[in-house]
């Protein structure tokens, strides 16, 4: 079953919890969108919360055949895939003294500061995360894409586009031609196009030269900018640092797509639970210094390659 923030809001009763899955909402456009299996169930008493799934990594084809004779048999090619569910958020004190002098209101700050480092992690793990080097993450885009059909410009160095402040009157066109071409190679219109700070504004710098971009806001006021009404989003930087999610490596990035769905990019969560929680500090019991939690519990998955790609080697700088 397909669920999202708006609809897990509902699995909660009390309006602080709501209020925080609003607070996730609007502060990231991904996962505002983003979809969520919300199919499993604690296993091995409570030892494991695995997400089974095959990943299609090839189609099958039609083809014509004699009367009298039958179709030549296919099957389609696809992996089975795990991945479980993990845990990530933060903690936070607080002085019953500053909660109750305070010229702001020290809880709703904290509060806010910690989701906004949630969604931070969330975006790094999604793009980058790997097992292999961080068993408490989950595995993101650049792992499920690296090798796959619909990696991009993915050669040696004489295949990098320049788009620099240099260069980009000169290669605008080259560039936008390379990214409709990457778009087409996908499974269906992706649903967005996720780089760094610096790829989304040359993205939008060349967009503009041909007046192939629009700006609207969304419910929540947010000014969205689309490329071929594809939403271009900044994925920000890692949580609790100025490093960006999607590094600028020699002056090269990369951008991601995806397309969001349950048969395509999607995240997962328990069953009949909302994967994000709020603990606030409780100061009606003894103890000077109490403590507060923001927690989500979940993964994502990509059931087909051919719904995700990267195009690489895109010279910013």
Known sequence: ?????????????????QSVIEEFRKSSYLMENMVFDDAVYPAGNGGALTYSYYRLTALPSADFRSINSNFTSQTISKTKYTVDLKAFGGSFNIDRVLAKSSIIDEVAFQSKQMIKQTIALFND???????????????????????????????????AIDISAANIDTN????????DEFILGL??????????TTLIA????????????FETLDDFGRQIVTYGGIPLIDMGNKSGSTNPVIATTA???????????????????????SPIRIWLPDFETAGAVKQGEVEMVAAVALKDTK???????IKVQ
Do not use: W
């Not at 499974?187 to 760094?196: A, E, F, Q, R």
């Not at 040359?202 to 971009?213: E, H, L, Q, V, Y």
């Not at 719904?307 to 080697?313: D, E």
């Open 251 to 273: 002056g090269e990035t990369n951008l991601y797509a995806a397309r969001l769905g349950l048969d395509a990019f999607h995240g997962i969560c328990m069953r009949d639970s």
């Open 202 to 213: 040359k993205i939008r710098a060349c967009a503009r030269r041909t007046g192939n971009i």
């Open 307 to 313: 719904t995700a790609g990267v195009f690489r080697q």
């Open 1 to 17: 079953m397909a669920i999202t923030l708006e609809q897990a809001k509902a699995l909660l009763t009390d309006e602080i919890s």
């Open 187 to 196: 499974d269906g219109t992706p649903s967005v196009l996720m780089g760094n």
């Open 125 to 159: 793990t999604i793009i980058n995360g790997d097992t292999s080097e961080d068993t408490d993450a989950f595995d993101g885009l650049e792992k499920a894409l690296d090798g796959s059909s619909t990696e991009f410009n993915g050669g040696d160095s004489d295949t």
């Open 172 to 179: 605008y066109k080259k560039f936008l031609d390379m990214l």
